[in-house]
């Protein structure tokens, strides 16, 4: 594969931004599998907000040479609180739900590292954390812990200041030269560039995935920035808020009972959630089938999501019936991991035991 393919690959959505494109270019000029990170804490139930569009990306990485490591980031989980800040809990979701969940949307360990964070943390990893930690104010760390999905104000605990510290430190202590998340997660790694270059360390590429809205409709959660990106981080799908996520495992009935309930405003394209499912998961790599009736205009295929959202702009597309393709599609790209967890219900046994809250 040459370089110009391998770059559509990495900048295809759901990508939304690449710190940089030269850059990339010339990593794969001197490397023809680099290695890549992605971060996750360990908390609730696994949505397609994070865990389809992550595994949709980093398939696009595997076909464009690059090396996957998927980063179970235990003590970042302890420090945020999330699973009451049990350890153990964390650790065990860890190692079972959370990466069966990956696994059963096609990224096994024959393709994809999986490792749990605190079983690398040498003496080294600590050096790199005050380093991190001496190259930046403890303003710019504030900053930086909304990538916890957190207010600066909510930074009671000196621990707050140092989740960032240890992400960055993270992406050092690996050498990856791939680093990707979220758009939430820009500003962490827009610190590991500005470090790496003050301490003439490689600077590793930024990857951002969009964040995909939840089903509730565009919302404004009081983050104090007054920047776009806050908004969309306070707008984006979230595990603590069920009925706007869809989780890998629904099923059939309850990933089309969701959409059904989704905010989808008629002939209103911003902001419209049902949209967004076309445009970043359903229609990323085929047409889109509309089933109605012949008094409605019959079945209809949309190639192109743009061609999609001209006519539902226009009111040629009612919203019913885009709600309701966009379910059956969903359900078939679950499918998959449906079907696994079926197999293995003993892993959302935790969640029916009442450890662990969706």
């Not at 360990?42 to 595994?55: C, E, Q, R, V, Y």
């Not at 749990?116 to 190259?135: F, G, P, R, T």
């Not at 990857?207 to 908004?231: A, C, I, R, Y």
Request: hydrophobic content about 35%.
């Amino acid at each position: 594969m040459n370089i110009e393919d391998k770059v559509f690959l990495v900048k295809r959505k759901p990508t939304e931004e690449l710190l940089t494109e030269d850059e990339l270019v010339k990593l794969f000029e001197k490397e023809e599998h680099p290695l890549h990170y992605i971060g996750f804490e360990i908390s609730g139930m696994m949505h397609i907000g994070s865990a389809l569009m992550t595994a949709m990306k980093i398939d696009d990485f595997l076909k464009a040479g690059i090396k996957p490591i998927v980063w179970l980031a235990d003590y970042h989980t302890w420090i945020n609180k999330k699973l009451g800040g049990d350890l153990s809990l964390i650790r065990e979701v860890a190692r079972g739900y959370f990466k069966a969940g990956f696994v059963s949307l096609g990224l096994d360990e024959s393709k994809v590292r999986y490792e749990l964070a605190s079983e690398h943390y040498d003496q080294w990893y600590w050096v790199k954390v005050i380093e991190v930690m001496k190259n930046a104010s403890i303003d710019r760390m504030l900053r930086c812990i909304t990538i916890m999905g957190r207010k600066e104000s909510e930074a009671t605990e000196a621990a707050t200041v140092l989740y960032p510290a240890m992400q960055a430190a993270d992406i050092f202590h690996l050498k990856v030269q791939v680093m990707h998340g979220g758009m939430d997660q820009r500003k962490v790694h827009v610190l590991v560039r500005e470090i790496a270059e003050r301490m003439k360390w490689p600077k590793p590429v930024a990857v951002h995935n969009h964040l995909l809205m939840g089903l509730q409709g565009p919302q404004k959660m009081g983050f104090e920035s007054s920047e776009k990106l806050d908004t969309e981080v306070s707008s984006k799908m979230s595990k603590s808020l069920p009925k706007s996520s869809i989780y890998i495992h629904d099923s059939e009935e309850e990933i089309k009972d969701k959409i059904n309930r989704a905010y989808c405003p008629e002939k209103q394209t911003e902001g419209n959630p049902v949209l967004e499912l076309c445009e970043y998961v359903v229609m990323r790599d085929k047409s889109l089938h509309i089933e109605r009736s012949k008094k409605y205009g019959g079945d209809i295929d949309y190639m192109q999501f743009e061609e999609l959202k001209k006519a539902y702009e226009k009111g040629e597309l009612h919203p019913t019936d885009l709600k309701n393709a966009v379910a059956k599609e969903l359900s078939g790209i679950l499918k998959p991991s449906r079907e696994y967890f079926e197999k293995h219900h003993e892993l959302l046994d935790i969640f029916k035991e009442g450890k662990i809250t969706r």
